[in-house]
């Protein structure tokens, strides 16, 4: 994500979607033209017109560049047989071809059909009318990506001040009503910096955190956050062991699983329940979309209508809803899709008419000894002292910043602080004799904690830096762990994981 200076701040959606639009104007060969269009990736909206078997890849020598890592030089072939079919061919690629979930070596396609390259990429054979309208969705999903991953920025500063503050008083002795409401208050800031995360990652790249996750924990947050807004005639139950791991993306998988829940909601509306069971299985077969090996099989299984075979077929294509119009986007399973594909997994449906529909997912077991999971109890970590010497912190957010200083303050250290980059430097030229370690926040106005930390290492300065940041951009976070960053602290952190950070680093005198 760009610095905030970078922002241009719109007065509603519908401005800066229309704004967003207008990068793409319309080609007239797409008059006639059939074309696959760029669903999601590096460049949603974009357009590849078929006038002739078209080679998809990295390479400048393939008839359409598309920018993904992911990709092979020559990933894939798009033609047209005899018959006059579209049909795709992985050619030989790392990391293969999928159409509508499947891996395929070569296929058929249909218009409408999805076509999956390498780890980002989402393309859609299209007719020039069928196309325009994929178009207007995909780039007013990309404009609410934008405007969400900017107010996300600002909700992450606000909820840091809180989630410190709220662990920082956690260590305190209270009596017991003022610890129960500490406690409550936790959660609450938890519930809402997973759903911030979620908004920061809609419609654009984010790192994602692969660990071992307690999947009770996981579907017991997820059933919390919905409950609040789930009709009283809407039950929820579950069946989960308590033993059961999967390895995934915390936040990614609990998006999984609200939007499952969401669906199976929708699919009741004069009331049912909706049940959410898991067991361990083992894959001992290569399948489509799984490979074998030890899995946990998790079921949502609704009381609802049902879907019939026709729409049953369809339910993970991108943009395709039985919703009135502008009640759905179409997108909420073929999300749920990509995220389990991302997670080496796999989704399926069963259902008939008047006997309400299951979704079975498959994602991969992981050992207890690997458990490592954000959901759940909260780590406990001494803060009685054990800090000496002077630390520099630099953060814009007044909030944040006194925050910071608080928690590192009672625990021993000395702190001075600086508003911005420029700020930073002055006051490590003022102290650089005396400072022992550095929290420098990545996105600061006039000089950004990238470009602060350039100008140390520059005047070889070895001291531990611990950067926080509340962006995750894959390539701003490689960029600055490049220029030799002891720690990358996510915001918001609590007081615990900053102190963590913090005594895994700091030199003592």
């Known amino acids: 994500m760009a610095p905030r200076e970078n922002y241009r701040r719109y007065d509603s959606v519908e401005e800066h979607t229309r704004t967003s639009m207008h990068r793409f104007p319309i080609d ?15 460049d949603p909206g974009r357009r590849i017109y078929l006038e002739g078997d078209v080679v998809l890849g990295r390479g400048k020598d393939c008839d359409a560049i598309v920018s993904d890592q992911g990709i092979s030089r020559r990933h894939a072939l798009v033609g047209r047989n005899t018959d006059g079919h579209y049909y ?25 059909d999805e076509i999956a390259l390498g780890e980002q990429t989402v393309l859609a054979l299209a007719r020039r009318e069928r196309f325009e309208d994929h178009l207007l969705v995909a780039q007013k999903m990309q404009a609410l990506g934008q ?31 003022t610890a129960q409401c ?9 519930r809402a910096i997973d759903l911030t ?31 609040r807004t789930l009709p009283r005639n809407v039950a929820i139950t579950t069946e989960i062991p308590d033993d059961l791991l999967v390895i995934g993306d915390t936040s990614r998988l609990l998006q999984v699983a609200m939007n499952l829940c969401i669906n199976a909601k929708d699919a009741m509306p004069r009331g049912g329940t909706l049940t959410i069971s898991a067991d361990a299985v083992e894959v001992t077969q290569e399948t489509k979309q799984l490979q074998p090996g030890p899995y946990v099989r998790v079921t949502f299984a609704d009381t609802g209508l049902g879907i019939d075979p026709v729409t049953l077929a369809r339910i993970f294509e991108p943009f395709f809803t039985t919703k009135p119009r502008g009640q759905g986007t179409g997108l909420g399973l073929a999300t749920v899709q990509a995220i389990l594909r991302d997670h080496n997994g796999s989704i399926e449906a069963r259902s008939e008419v008047g006997k309400g529909t299951e979704f079975i997912i498959h994602l991969p077991s992981a ?11 909260r780590p406990e970590l001494s803060m009685s002292g054990g800090i000496t010497g002077l630390v520099l912190v630099a953060d814009d957010d007044p909030l944040v910043r006194t925050a910071i200083t608080r928690v590192l303050s009672r625990d021993g250290a000395d702190v001075v602080t600086a508003t911005d980059g420029a700020e930073a430097l002055r006051r490590y030229a003022e102290r650089a004799a005396e400072l022992r370690l550095i929290v420098l926040d990545l996105d600061m106005p006039r000089i950004d904690g990238a470009e602060v930390l350039k100008v ?16 995750t951009d894959p ?27 913090v005594k895994r680093h700091l030199r003592r005198q």
Do not use: W, Y
């Open 28 to 42: 007239p060969r797409a008059e006639a033209a059939d074309c696959l269009v760029i669903l999601a990736g590096d």
């Open 88 to 112: 795709v061919r992985d050619l030989d690629s790392r990391n293969g071809v999928r159409v509508n979930g499947h891996r395929v070596k070569e296929a058929v396609l249909e218009f409408g």
């Open 147 to 177: 405007l969400a991953g900017g107010v996300a920025h600002d909700f992450n500063n606000i909820l840091g001040a809180l989630f410190a503050n709220v662990t920082f008083l956690g260590t305190k002795h209270h009596d017991t009503e």
């Open 182 to 190: 500490l406690e409550e208050m936790e959660a609450a800031v938890r």
């Open 197 to 227: 995360r979620q908004l920061s990652g809609f419609g654009r790249r984010t790192t994602s955190e692969h660990r071992s996750i307690r999947l009770h924990e996981l579907i017991r947050e997820g059933v919390d956050l919905l409950r």
């Open 367 to 377: 050992e207890s000894a690997r458990e490592s999971t954000f959901v759940g109890p």
């Open 456 to 471: 140390l290492r520059s005047f070889e300065c070895d001291l531990p830096v611990v950067i926080v940041s509340g962006h």
């Open 475 to 501: 390539a701003r976070t490689k960029e600055v762990k490049a220029l030799g960053i002891s720690e990358f602290l996510p915001k918001p952190f609590d007081a615990r994981s900053l102190l963590g950070a």
